[in-house]
């Protein structure tokens, strides 16, 4: 790869001084590590603007940015359309995730399903969901830090990149394992000013350069695009919609975006640290205004690089458009710029890998010591959740780096795709309809992802496409991506299973909606047969429904 | 037993949700909440639809060097920032002090 527009010495210095500084803010948070909750949740107290911040740039991927303002220099409209549909998908996280989830108060999702179904199954599939989505993700977080390692360090050794892959994972756990969530939080709402403050000045910089005429900016990015096989312009909609699929293809990605971004646990689970259930509703609402705004500067930027420097200049093919954003950067900028971006990029990758872990981290050891019926001393929850940092750390950096070598960036629809199956239907389903029940958990969750991976096995992800985990083999039968028919599935499923099984518990649902509306908790009844009630069958199947 | 402070938690839970303070809550709450999402999900995939199925519709010019797709994306990205505001205003006005008070009252009384 060429990378003539790169700038690895200005980056590698300002990632030095970027490094240091988090490693602080990790550093600082140390002291504030007295408690399990501590440890999981900054005890509660991230406020609405520091957590709209985090949850931003929990947003923000690699792909999110580079590759996105590649695809728009490419696909123009149908690229917009794309970015659109993530922005979209933030409205779901506001109305059924932020404010609800935070006034349960809960640490993991399996705190919310207990309360409408059997513990365990609540607890496994909560540590089974978050796990797998973990995994998939971090590894295309990896994946994502080799091309930033070649891309703008012009590491071109694959020993190199493997080691550099490996550092950023290994900053990852530290950052983790000293600062808990509250270090993790504080690297993220700096990886998002960062994010914010760059844009902002790159949009600025092209605007002045063509004073401020968008009229004239929007007719030069379409005379001077790359013309498409399909013959479309690029501000007209067919670029993507008319592969050789058809138009499903694309339909398939705006759905998975909109359906399945706001069920990622590590996004969700951020909610649960906010000081109440208004401030989650407001961190969320502010993330999405942020993504907004951010996308639209993504497009502007996409644009701008065509007008400003011709379509045949900037990357052309899919592997290629992520070099789009460095090159405009160098363009605008100079080295400085361009240096700034790649030290930016390098906090990107770290930032997502850290906050992936904390959910990870959490999941396995409240859920799993909860699945052992044990209640841990909290120092000992403490050393616990410190051990699991590191050996799910390492177990993951270890195998991100072998995975480096093969096409996994498809597992990001796929895990898009997960979540949007096996956790927006049972969150769903928990908060608004009375009769659901374990049966129904344990279809939609366990059935939504069975349902995925059948799809993600037989679709162009994962065969008989360039971009497929195995591009020489061709055993795809479906050529959208899964989620477009797994949602639906899971519903159906979640469905189903509520009313193949008789088990109900009014009181249980009656106690999610006081509590997901108010944030109401009322103290535990001494009594204990009376307190544990929602764990015997008698009693759940017991209560008569009341005619509401 | 009898009186409020004795009954199980659960029963509690099940009291606070059927009184019509509650009630009234919920309604509002969810009642914004459908009509929003109706809206939004309803819009989204009418956007992709038309996009994927009437490109001549998304390509007729607009002055401006603009064509009615671009229009529509711009109108997307507006919608989210006025439908989340919207209901950010909503919930601070009309659902928190609500919520708020039946919550006092609840950890009130079971002290």
Excluded at chain 1, 111 to 131: C, E, G, K, W, Y
Excluded at chain 1, 227 to 256: M, Q, T, Y
Aim: hydrophobic share 55%; charged share 10%.
């Amino acid at each position: 790869m060429n990378n003539g527009f790169a700038a690895p010495a200005i980056a590698a210095a300002i990632s030095i001084g970027l490094v240091a500084v988090l490693l602080g803010m990790a550093v600082t948070a140390r002291r504030t590590q007295h408690s399990p909750d501590d440890f999981y949740l900054a005890g509660r107290r991230i406020g609405p603007g520091q957590n709209a911040l985090a949850l931003f740039a929990g947003f923000v991927l690699f792909t999110t940015i580079f590759t996105m303002t590649g695809h728009v220099s490419l696909n123009g409209l149908d690229a917009i359309l794309f970015s659109a549909a993530f922005a979209m998908s933030w409205l779901i996280a506001l109305f059924f995730f932020a404010g609800p989830l935070r006034n349960i108060r809960g640490t993991t999702i399996a705190d919310v399903f207990a309360l409408r179904a059997d513990p365990r199954t609540a607890r496994v599939a909560s540590i089974v969901v978050t796990l797998l989505l973990f995994l998939t993700y971090s590894i295309v977080m990896m994946e994502g830090g080799g091309i930033v390692a070649r891309m703008l360090f012009g590491i071109g050794s694959e020993t190199g990149r493997s080691i550099m892959v490996a550092g950023m994972g290994v900053l990852a756990i530290v950052i983790v394992l000293v600062g808990g969530m509250l270090g993790t939080t504080r690297v993220l709402a700096t990886k998002g000013v960062l994010i914010i403050g760059i844009l902002a000045v790159l949009t600025v910089i092209a605007l002045v350069k063509y004073r401020f005429n968008l009229v004239q900016l929007l007719g030069d990015a379409q005379a001077k695009a790359v013309p498409h096989p399909s013959g479309s312009d690029l501000l007209a909609p067919g670029r993507e919609f008319n592969g050789p699929a058809g138009p499903i293809v694309h339909i398939s990605k705006l759905f998975v975006a909109f359906v399945g971004h706001a069920a990622l646990p590590y996004m969700f689970m951020r909610y649960f640290t906010a000081t109440s259930g208004p401030d989650a509703r407001r961190s969320a609402g502010w993330a999405g205004i942020l993504t907004t705004g951010f996308y639209m500067c993504v497009a502007f930027l996409g644009l701008a690089a065509v007008a400003l420097l011709g379509g045949q200049n900037i990357g052309m093919a899919p592997p290629l458009r992520d070099t789009t954003l460095p090159i405009l950067a160098d363009h605008l900028g100079g080295p400085w710029m361009a240096g700034l971006l790649g030290a930016v990029a390098l906090i990107i990758v770290v930032g997502m890998l850290a906050t992936l872990l904390m959910s990870a981290v959490t999941s396995v050891t409240r859920d799993g010591s909860a699945l052992r019926q044990v209640a841990p001393e909290p120092a000992d929850e403490l050393r616990a959740a410190r051990r699991n940092t590191v050996v799910i750390g390492a177990a993951t950096v270890l195998l991100g780096t072998v995975l480096l070598q093969v096409n996994v960036h498809v597992l990001l629809p796929v895990t898009i795709s997960f979540a949007g199956a096996a956790v927006l239907p049972a969150v769903v389903y928990s908060l608004f309809w009375k009769r659901f029940n374990t049966a129904g958990l344990r279809w939609s969750v366990f059935g939504g992802l069975a349902v995925t991976a059948i799809l993600f096995l037989f679709s162009g992800l994962m065969s008989g496409t360039p971009i497929a985990i195995l591009p020489n083999a061709d055993f795809h039968l479906v050529d959208f991506d899964p989620a477009l028919a797994s949602v639906p599935i899971a519903f159906l499923l979640g469905y189903l299973g509520t009313l193949s099984s008789r088990e109900r518990n009014d009181a249980g649902f009656a106690q999610l909606q006081v509590r997901a509306l108010t944030g109401a908790v009322l103290p535990a009844v001494r009594n204990p047969d009376v307190a544990t009630a929602p764990a015997t069958g008698a009693t759940r199947a017991g209560r008569t429904p009341s005619a509401l | 037993m009898g009186t409020t402070s004795s009954l199980s938690q659960a029963d509690r839970y099940v009291a606070v949700h059927d009184s019509a303070r509650f009630q009234t809550l919920r309604r509002q709450a969810h009642t914004f909440t459908a009509w929003a999402s109706v809206i939004f999900t309803g819009w989204w995939f009418l956007m992709i639809l038309l996009a994927a199925y009437t490109p001549g519709f998304f390509r007729q010019a607009v002055p401006g060097n603009l064509n009615v797709g671009l229009l529509l994306l711009l109108l997307t990205f507006a919608m989210v920032i006025v439908i989340t505001g919207l209901y950010l205003r909503y919930a601070r006005t009309v659902l928190d002090p609500a919520a708020d008070v039946i919550r006092a009252d609840v950890e009130g009384a079971a002290r």
